[in-house]
């Protein structure tokens, strides 16, 4: 199993755990609102998590099947699963916070601050970079063994 692999397998039962807990989380904020509902973000959290487990099983499987350059494989999955993890983390802040039910509506708030749209601009752009370009360079790689 090369690196890509391992950390592709552990991230995915990182994230099933972080969703197994924020799915307690989720709980215990229904269980003591009036309306029996979790904020937002928590409930995105929760289930972000537990999809980016499998999307990170899926991640894994594709560089098996890939025949790229171990260091190529490496940089796609850390991408990919780095940016897992950074939409998931504004997920979870934005949970803790209850300071928005959809974090790109304008003003973007992050907390009391006000992001300038360009940064959620950017954001959105090298997330899409990250995550879609290096699933095409797995998915590429086993296409093409």
């Known amino acids: 199993m090369n690196l890509a692999q391992k950390i592709a397998a552990f991230s995915a039962g990182g994230f099933l755990l972080a969703g197994l807990l924020f799915g307690v989380w989720k709980y215990l904020q229904i269980s003591q609102s009036p309306k029996a509902q979790a904020s937002p973000y928590v409930d995105i959290a929760h289930r972000a998590a537990l999809l980016y487990s499998f999307a990170c099983l899926v991640v894994e499987r594709f560089v098996v099947l890939s025949a790229l350059d171990d260091a190529v494989e490496l ?3 850390i991408a990919q699963i780095g940016f897992f993890a950074v939409g998931l983390s504004t997920y979870v802040i934005h949970g803790l916070l209850k300071d928005t039910d959809n974090q790109f509506e304008r003003p973007h708030r992050l ?3 006000v992001l300038p749209p360009a940064v959620m601009v950017a954001s959105m752009v090298a ?15 086993a296409v093409t063994t």
């Open 75 to 77: 940089i796609a999955v």
């Open 111 to 113: 907390g009391r601050a």
């Open 127 to 141: 997330l899409i970079a990250g995550e879609l370009g290096g699933f095409a360079v797995l998915f590429w790689g």
